[in-house]
């Protein structure tokens, strides 16, 4: 639905969410998309990564980080516990490596994930279609995409971050290896190998105003995106951006206001973008102070939630930021349903937007 600049920007200033955003968000969801919240069952893989993103505790300059990667083995075992506990969507996450070594290994890893899932499907006399694929892996080469795809991931997530340049530099070092550039270059390549694309961005980071979420709505209309991850910075007291900000994070209003953002922007997103598939994410989950955010989330129009199923020993290794709320898939369900919608394990949950734009 169109929607004008001046009406998301009067929203966006005021304190509060409106009743009226979120009921028209609510009435645009329901005819779209229905009342269903899929889920996808996340493995972080690792938390290797070779970038040096300002916010992000994954960072390469982070050496208090405990690595970690899982073998092969251990995740395709993942994968298809994930697939015979019910879910049929999985999502595997990593830190990003640009290198060919690691993308083989990533590549078997979902290659062996399709084979295995289609194999209880054969079991069960269903039609062998195994799970449905997501992949977060960062930029890669677009060979690399391209073999993802071939092996059987048919999603991938790849968050802008920002749509305005000059705040992705602020985020970011100015370097070859963290250029924004070439992240727009790679959604680009995503969508021309095929894959349902998800964008999304960073909500209530330093620096940003409310001009620059505007921004980020029109990018994902005029990008036409399948799929939108965003959620609310959060701080990670070992990374620059939390050091150059501490006095304006540690204030009492911070966290409330990036809540604020995050539920307007995903109730814009589905007024505007309609039939896409949004996340309600973990750090939507996570956010400090804010003990109903999954369902407000919902509400305002996600319909997708993903449980993690990393195991124990590695989950709190992938600090991306701190104190990230699990909520298991059973506490995820009783909350949607206590909401009035319908936790879905056993689709694959598409966005009903790829079939419109293909
Ligand atoms: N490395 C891949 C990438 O960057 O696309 C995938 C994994 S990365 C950890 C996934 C997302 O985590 C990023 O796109 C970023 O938006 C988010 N993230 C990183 N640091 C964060 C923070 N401090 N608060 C909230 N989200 C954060
Ligand atoms: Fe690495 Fe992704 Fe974190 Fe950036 S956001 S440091 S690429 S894991």
């Keep these: 639905m169109e929607i004008s600049d001046d009406r998301i920007l009067k929203e966006l200033s005021i304190d509060g969410v409106s009743g009226s955003l979120i009921s028209l968000a609510d009435l645009i969801r329901k005819q779209k998309v229905g009342d269903f919240v899929y889920f996808r069952g996340l493995v972080e893989i690792s938390n290797i990564c070779s970038k040096n993103c300002y916010y992000c505790g994954l960072r390469k300059g982070n050496t208090k980080l405990k690595r970690y990667a899982l073998s092969e083995d251990e995740a395709v ?22 290198s060919d070594r690691w993308v083989e290994k990533l590549v078997n890893i979902v290659r062996r994930i399709k084979e295995e899932t289609k194999k209880i499907d054969e079991e069960n006399g269903k039609e062998p279609k195994g799970a449905g694929i997501t992949i977060s892996f960062g930029e890669l080469e677009k060979e690399h995409y391209e073999e993802l795809f071939r092996a059987g991931a048919h999603r991938y997530l790849l968050r802008i971050e920002t749509s305005d340049r000059e705040l992705y530099e602020k985020l970011h070092p100015v370097d070859e290896n963290h250029s ?67 006095k304006e994070i540690e204030k009492r209003s911070f966290y409330r206001k990036a809540y604020e953002l995050s ?50 020993d590695f989950k709190k290794a992938y600090s991306i930021y701190e104190n990230k709320n699990n909520l ?20 694959w949950g598409d966005p009903i937007h790829y079939f419109e734009r293909i």
């Excluded at 075992?77 to 640009?98: C, D, M, N, T």
């Design 77 to 98: 075992v993942i994968g298809v516990f994930i697939y015979r506990s019910g879910i049929s969507s999985i999502a595997l996450q990593s830190g990003e490596v640009k």
């Design 263 to 312: 539920i307007k922007m995903i109730a814009f997103a589905r007024i505007m973008l309609e039939d896409v598939n949004i996340v309600a994410s973990t750090a939507l989950q996570s956010i400090p102070g804010c003990e109903n955010s999954l369902e407000t989330g919902i509400i305002a129009g996600a319909n997708v939630v993903m449980p993690v199923f990393t195991p124990s």
């Design 180 to 246: 924004f550039d070439t992240r727009l270059k790679c959604l680009e390549w995503l969508k021309e190998i095929g894959y349902q694309v998800g964008t999304g961005v960073m909500i209530g980071v330093p620096g940003q105003t409310i001009k620059h979420l505007l921004s980020d709505l029109r990018f994902f209309r005029s990008f036409d995106i399948d799929m939108i991850g965003m959620g609310p910075y959060i701080e990670h007291r070992d990374t620059p951006l939390f050091v150059w900000h501490r």
């Design 328 to 347: 298991t898939v059973s506490q995820m369900a009783e909350r949607i349903e206590k909401a009035g919608y319908i936790p879905v394990f056993d689709k």
